[in-house]
């Protein structure tokens, strides 16, 4: 019954501007897929191609199996909440609930039965007979989503559907959000949002975009911990980038020798080294280096240290520290070998 | 889920619906407006190159051209749409600038009975004037109790600077409004640091809120320079011999003397001024919204 | 803001009141005041009678306000039907489109109504089409003259339309007629009401074309008006200017009320 989504090759262009270029991407039915990446990275362009209210100047949009790529929007069976809730001003939350299977003209028996259900889901079954106007940011986002589920979509496209709201509320949709799909396991999702922890906390899988292209696909966790791209590894997630040189089994960098897995990357190449900040620990261990401490960042529960190696600024977050170094002070970081990733210049070139 | 399984399966590109292409939904309105309007316009041009002697010439151009009663019109017309647009645009802006920057209690209310004299007829202000400046209005009145005189000395208002005041005082709150809309958007923040680092109120007024609304006041100033063009009503009811203007001539031929070709060269004369600068004052607001 | 000293912030509002007040509070309470008063030869008028009301509101002037609200309505139903058919279709245009549309429907506005007036009586005094003589030729030029001010109001009301809207009820499976009727007209329902109070106003004090087209039954207001005051009876002219500025206002009135009733946000 569940659908998934297909891109074929879709690029899109405004004015001999693309802003998205050539987009192969399946989401399969019942994941959830995250479209992360900058603002102008392309990301919400795609998810409009998917809703149909942008037109690919090449390639084809498939949900489940039918190209829907000239179907206009309200012939695809989708839902969408977007931003701005987009709430029809006039209408009761019940009516707003009940206008998709009014248009779609479901049976009239059915239709309370079915708006019922949704504002349920969303726990707003009491807020029926209100207006939009009525409700906070974060009910009226409740509200868009039993819109979009009364219909039964098989596809669900979310436009940064958080960003309006602050951020403790935020938390609690992450929830909320991650609830619903258990509960409609059959349902696609697709998730354009700019904020990693949303894609991370949500997402089966993440599709990175930058610069009108895919960057890069995985699940949070392979994204996490084996980036491909050094945007990948600076955009999910917070990265010290290293430029390094390959040996055999090791690397070499600003001429201490570091032991990190090489893989199959060739020796002798030049290549981009990636160490999360929190795996970074003070004092001696594997892989030590020792620079000056150019910056102290008191966090609350950690301290952000800025060490200056070579000239290189390596960033190192602690547990907060009973007595940060001062300024200048000489340290010692280390991290383990398994924790570095090597990031070839040549998959990074590509992108 | 039922509805996602509507429509072709298996990998077949599915055909949209033919649908009505969107222009021919325009057309209804455009060719009723055609009927009504274009088509009659039309025929305007095709009698002012038809005498009344027959066939096709543009000897009633010729002769309009030739009268003076049609060149002091034009004149007329020009001078007092000039003079009063020019007139609309100082009080309008001095007003504005008080209401929006000197905010005093009952500016709002000043600016709704703005809105409210909108929507009124022109004429109004002539009879109001007539009142007023009459022979034996207010002023006049004023002035003969307490001189003894036997006539006031206010006797212009069947002359052409009759019609200029009740133009000025009818278009400025056209001026107005723009104004106060552009004037809305200067942050007061602006105007504060500007005076914080030392300027005077003439200076914030040259320097911080003319350019900001220099764009309102040409979209407002061209706005009302066409309606003065075409101003009909103020005239009519001044009912000075004296004062014609080219809408008056149409109006005259026409009507009161059945030469329709001499109304119509007129009326075509009249067309391509307004026209014209109207399309001057859409480019200029069209830059001014940007 | 401006102006922060005391001295200065007097001196800015005596200016403005010695301009406001004269200008345009002035010109209204002095047609009140004559609508009132038996004569006005020195500097106040003399004499209060309301028997000008009485000839106002009676007789051809009774017949000229009942011609004038009938026309009215007539014209700004008309052209709000049509103002906003174009405007719709307009706005789903593309760009070049749109253009030709909004030269073409904003043209009434930049040609003199005079010759609006003289183009219908041009057109419409011989076959096939004779309205001339009647009612119809009246109202028909009203029209005309209304619609491109229908036209501008909703189509700037559509420009400010949140697209969101149109596409969310899209993305719920509703068909661009659909989305036209429950979603699309009905957001814009407070701009159509404010056209329409416009488009009445203008309609009460057409003057112009008016005085170009009306025939001897068929007497509006501002002709009457015109007239009367042409008589010589400033007076009587003065009282029927006052029911024609009250019942405009009262219509307005109506009008905002049902917009305040009609807005959501």
């Known amino acids: 019954m569940a659908d998934g989504i297909r891109f074929e090759k879709v690029s899109v262009a405004y004015g001999g501007n693309t802003v998205l270029d050539s987009l192969d991407l399946t989401v399969e039915s019942g994941e959830v897929m995250a479209l992360l990446g900058p603002s102008g990275s392309g990301k919400t362009t795609a998810l409009r191609a998917v809703a149909g209210f942008v037109r690919p100047a090449s390639g084809r949009v498939l949900i489940g199996d039918r190209d829907v790529t000239d179907l206009p929007p309200h012939r695809r069976g989708i839902g969408m909440v977007v931003q701005q809730y987009a709430l029809f001003p006039h209408l009761r939350v019940e009516d707003n609930v009940a206008f998709g299977l009014k248009a779609q003209k479901v049976a009239k028996n059915e239709i309370p039965g079915r708006v019922t259900e949704a504002l349920e889901m969303t726990g707003m079954a009491s807020y029926a007979k209100r207006y939009p106007r009525e409700l906070s940011g974060g009910q009226q986002q409740r509200v868009a989503i039993a819109r979009a589920l009364a219909i039964r979509p098989g596809v669900l496209l979310l436009d940064e559907p958080l960003s309006a709201l602050d951020a403790q509320l935020r938390s609690g949709m992450l929830a909320e959000l991650a609830r619903l799909h258990r509960e409609l396991p059959d349902v696609s999702i697709l998730y354009v949002t700019h904020d990693q922890v949303e894609a991370l906390t949500l997402a089966d899988r993440i599709a990175v975009m930058d610069k009108a292209r895919l960057q890069d696909v995985g699940t949070p966790q392979e994204l996490y911990r084996r980036p491909r791209t050094e945007f990948t590894a600076s955009f999910v997630g917070n990265a010290n980038l290293l430029p390094v040189q390959v040996g055999s089994g090791s690397v070499s960098f600003a001429g201490a020798e570091l032991k990190v897995p090489t893989g199959d990357v060739s020796s002798g190449v030049s290549a981009t080294l990636c160490v999360r900040p929190h795996l970074v620990g003070l004092g001696d261990g594997p892989n030590a280096l020792t620079g000056s401490v150019a910056e102290v960042q008191w966090r609350g529960s950690t301290h952000r240290l800025y060490v200056d190696v070579d000239g290189h600024r390596l960033k190192a977050d602690l547990r907060e520290l009973r007595t940060p170094p001062a300024l200048g002070d000489e340290v010692t970081v280390h991290f383990a070998p398994e924790d570095a990733v090597l990031l070839s210049a040549g998959v990074s070139a590509d992108g | ?290 | 803001m401006l102006v922060h000293s005391r001295k200065g912030k007097w001196a800015a509002w005596v200016a403005f009141l010695v301009l406001f007040l004269p200008l345009f509070a002035l010109p209204l309470l002095v047609i009140v005041a004559a609508s009132f008063a038996t004569s006005w030869s020195s500097a106040f008028p003399t004499g209060f009678t309301g028997g000008h009301y009485r000839a106002a509101t009676s007789g051809a002037s009774l017949q000229a306000l009942t011609t004038s609200l009938v026309t009215a309505v007539s014209a700004s139903v008309l052209a709000l039907l049509i103002g906003t058919w174009a405007a719709l279709a307009a706005a789903a245009l593309k760009k070049g489109g749109r253009r030709v549309l909004d030269a073409l429907f904003m043209l009434p506005v930049a040609v003199p109504s005079v010759v609006v007036g003289l183009a219908v009586l041009v057109a419409f005094s011989k076959p096939p089409v004779l309205l001339n003589g009647t009612r119809w030729i009246v109202i028909l030029a009203h029209t005309i003259l209304v619609t491109a001010f229908a036209y501008q109001s909703v189509s700037a009301a559509i420009v400010r339309l949140d697209p969101a809207y149109e596409q969310a009820a899209a993305s719920l499976g509703a068909r661009p007629s659909y989305v036209l009727w429950k979603v699309k007209l009905p957001l814009l329902l407070p701009s159509l009401n404010a056209a329409a109070g416009l488009c009445f106003a203008l309609s009460m004090g057409e003057l112009s074309a008016t005085m170009m087209l009306y025939p001897p039954d068929w007497l509006p207001l501002p002709v009457q008006i015109y007239s009367t005051t042409d008589r010589g009876s400033l007076f009587t002219g003065s009282a029927i200017s006052v029911v024609l500025m009250a019942t405009t206002l009262l219509v307005l009135l109506l009008v905002s009320r049902i917009r305040t009733k009609a807005s959501y946000r």
């Open chain 2, 1 to 290: 889920m039922a509805s996602a399984t509507l429509g072709a399966r298996a990998g077949v590109r599915v055909k949209s619906r033919t649908e009505i292409p969107r222009w021919v939904w325009a057309l209804p309105p455009v060719a009723v407006l055609g009927l009504v309007f274009l088509y009659p316009l039309a025929l305007v041009v095709q009698q002012s190159v038809t005498p009344d002697t027959g066939g096709t010439s543009l000897q009633p151009y010729a002769d309009v051209f030739a009268s003076s009663a049609f060149r002091e019109a034009l004149g007329t017309t020009v001078w007092l749409a000039v003079g009063a647009t020019v007139g609309c645009l100082v009080l309008g802006f001095a007003l504005a600038l008080v209401i929006a920057f000197v905010p005093f209690p009952g500016g709002k209310a000043v600016a709704k009975f703005i809105d409210v004299f909108l929507s009124f007829p022109s004429f109004l202000i002539t009879l109001a004037l007539l009142f007023v400046y009459g022979s034996v209005g207010m002023a006049n009145g004023l002035w003969t109790d307490v001189t003894g005189a036997a006539t006031g000395p206010f006797q212009f208002l069947a002359t052409p600077w009759g019609v200029l005041l009740a133009e000025i005082t009818y278009f400025t709150p056209f001026v107005m409004r723009p104004l106060l809309a552009a004037f809305s958007q200067i942050e007061t923040a602006q105007l504060e640091v500007a005076s914080s680092l030392g300027a005077r109120p003439a200076r914030i007024v040259r320097q911080v809120i003319l350019p900001e609304a220099l764009p309102a006041l040409a979209a407002g100033g061209s706005l009302v320079l066409v309606m003065c063009l075409n101003e009909f009503g103020i005239v009519l009811f001044t009912g000075a011999k004296g004062v014609t203007t080219l809408p008056m001539l149409v109006y005259g031929k026409a009507i009161l003397e059945s030469d329709y070709p001499g109304a119509c060269v007129v009326a075509v004369v009249n067309v391509l001024i307004s026209v014209g600068l109207y399309g001057v004052y859409k480019v200029v607001s069209r830059r001014a919204r940007a």
